[in-house]
Each structure stands twice: as C-alpha cells, then as structure tokens.
C-alpha cells in the first residue's frame, strides 16, 4: 500500500526555520517525483517544490532562496527544508507522489495521485 505520511510542522516565529518530512512506504522515493503543496486558509492549494527520480528540483519563486527540497533514499524520505520563514508561509503541507516533477505539473498538480494527510506550519509575524 502506498502511504506518505508528513510531519516536522508546528509553530514558529517569523524568520525562524522548519523541515519538514515525507516518509514514504509502499514504493521507494527515488523511483517517484514528490511534490510539496500547500494550503494556506481560505484559499486554494498551491505546489511549493518538487523533486524528481533523477533528482531535477523546481521550487515556486515565493519559496526559491528560502526553501531546499531533499531526498535520502535510505530512509526513503523526502525533506523540505524552510527558512527565513514568513507569515504567508502558514497553510497545511502535503506531500504527494508523481511520475513527473515539472512546474506544470507542480503547478496543476497533475499526475499527483498519492496524498499524506498534512502538516500544519504555522508562522507567527
């Protein structure tokens, strides 16, 4: 059974830094794309990175400088990695597996047919 499962959320100042994790189990995540989404309250989901088999990254440009998405296939765990983080990054995070990492993809979220269940960021100013 597929299963992505995220966790590193939680509260943080303004400024201050976050990983979160994606632990994946029923496939192995360097065979995958995983993208990173978000969902801020009261508006749409939106792709923040993606990292895919061949480990080729694209990141949303709110997040590039600021965000580093990561692999560690022994541990078969996808990583992203927020800095200097800002009030706007609060939303829920989710993790989700495709064939395909590209900012089409990232952006429409095509092709993205396994979900976890979230992570909450909260980023007080």
């Known amino acids: 059974e597929v299963q992505l499962v995220e966790s590193g959320g939680g509260l943080v100042q303004a400024g201050g830094s976050l990983t979160l994790s994606c632990a994946a189990s029923g496939f192995a995540t360097d065979d995958y794309a995983i993208g990173w989404f978000r969902q801020a309250p009261g508006k749409e989901r939106e792709g923040v990175s993606c990292?895919?088999?061949?480990?080729?990254?694209y990141y949303t440009d709110s997040v590039k400088g600021r965000f580093t998405v990561s692999r560690d296939a022994a541990k078969n765990t996808v990583y992203l990695q927020m800095t200097n983080l800002k009030a706007e990054d609060t939303a829920v995070y989710y993790c989700?597996?495709?064939?395909?990492?590209?900012?089409?993809?990232?952006?429409?979220?095509?092709?993205?047919?396994?979900w976890g269940q979230g992570t909450r960021v909260t980023v007080s100013a």
């Open positions: 989700a597996r495709s064939y395909i990492c590209t900012l089409y993809h990232l952006t429409t979220m095509d092709e993205y047919r396994y």
């Open positions: 990292i895919s088999l061949n480990d080729g990254i």
